[in-house]
């Protein structure tokens, strides 16, 4: 039996913070944040508590399946912002939808938290553990970035994307998948408890770049799939200088990586569902298409997953 993505949903949050909002706050330029990161706008989660963003994304996921959430019997939330520090914001999130009885935890896998989530949903899918997994990447960075500080302030946003699996006997199958962590780069990019993020942007570009493109071309190898194959690629959005190296490295031309950091900013565990959920919405993703996801994070971890979608 394969992996089936059956149902996606996001939340947006409301508020729009422009990079001309950032300008009237730090030192910094629209024109620097658009050409260094291609971003121009994130959306800041004011009203908005993290389980209230999670619990959107998947009502709406479960709606777009025609599942029962009573038929859900794993829950697993990414993020690096949780709501409470305990119970897991998969618990609270269990309990606000009304999954059923199994189970539910959180990943903390910070920007590859949606990566991890995936690859842990298919083991457990496949060793019939879980049959209808809820998977969550959701994050209030807004809360832990420091607002005075503009190689900070300018990347980060806030926003939730939640994805439906099964398992099913047809086509759809998650291929290939490969989690790494190095807990040796930790001090690359952390917050501490109560702080804020801390980020050494230069060294961890390189190291993003790098790490991307041997994780997408291990699981590419182990799938036998060649990178011109590949129908989409859904990178996890740190910055658009970042998703072209990483493009041109695995020469897969630009038009195949959706890409919407410019309206949303970096919203670690949650950018990949969401832009999976753009994606199938505008079409660009269709069944029986081969699509790769990859991401890069504190920890550091990485991984990618290869997906016939
Ligand atoms: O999601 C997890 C993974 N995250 C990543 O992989 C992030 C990877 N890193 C990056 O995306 C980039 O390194 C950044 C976008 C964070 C920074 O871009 P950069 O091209 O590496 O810039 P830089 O840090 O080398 O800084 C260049 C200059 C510095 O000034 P000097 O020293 O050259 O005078 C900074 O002080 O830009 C300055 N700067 C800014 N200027 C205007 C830094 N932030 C800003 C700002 N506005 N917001």
């Known amino acids: ?8 949903g996001v939340y947006i949050p409301k508020t729009v913070l422009t990079n001309h909002d950032l300008e009237k706050m730090v030192d910094t330029s629209d024109e620097w944040i658009r050409t260094r990161t291609g971003i121009k706008e994130r959306r800041i989660a004011k009203e908005e508590s993290v389980l209230e963003m999670a619990v959107k994304a998947s009502e709406e996921a479960i709606r777009s399946s025609g599942t029962r959430a009573e038929e ?10 949780p709501e409470k520090r305990f119970p897991s914001t998969g618990c609270l999130l269990q309990s606000s ?11 903390t896998a910070a920007c590859s938290g949606f990566i991890y989530a995936l690859d842990v949903a298919d083991s457990l899918l496949k060793v019939g553990r ?10 209030k960075l807004s809360e832990i970035v420091d607002w005075e500080d503009r190689s900070t302030c300018v990347l980060f946003g806030d926003g939730a994307g939640a994805v439906l699996l099964e398992s ?5 199958d998650l291929l290939a998948s490969r989690m790494y962590s190095d807990g040796n780069l930790w001090d690359l990019l952390y917050a501490e408890r109560d702080g804020f993020i801390k980020m050494r ?3 961890l570009f390189k190291v993003a770049v790098r790490n991307m493109e041997e994780v997408c071309r291990e699981v590419l190898e182990e799938a036998g799939v060649e990178p011109k194959e590949v129908d989409l690629v859904i990178p996890h959005q740190a910055n658009v200088r970042i998703i072209r190296s990483l493009a041109e490295r695995l020469e897969i031309p630009m038009e ?10 970096n919203t670690s565990a949650a950018s990949i569902p969401i832009a999976l959920h753009e994606a199938i919405k505008e079409g660009r993703l269709k069944r029986g298409d081969l699509v ?10 990485w991984g990618a997953v290869l997906m016939r979608f």
């Open 72 to 81: 859900i019997d794993l829950v697993i939330v990414a993020t690096l912002t």
């Open 97 to 107: 939808i009304g999954a059923g009885r199994g189970f539910a935890f959180d990943i």
């Open 256 to 265: 195949k990586f959706y890409v919407n950091i410019d309206r949303y900013g």
């Open 130 to 139: 879980a049959s209808k997994v809820l998977i969550v990447g959701v994050e």
């Open 1 to 8: 039996m394969g992996t089936r993505i059956v149902g996606t």
């Open 201 to 203: 942007g230069r060294e």
């Open 168 to 172: 099913s006997d047809s086509e759809s």
């Open 292 to 301: 790769l996801f990859t991401a890069m994070g504190g920890g550091l971890t």
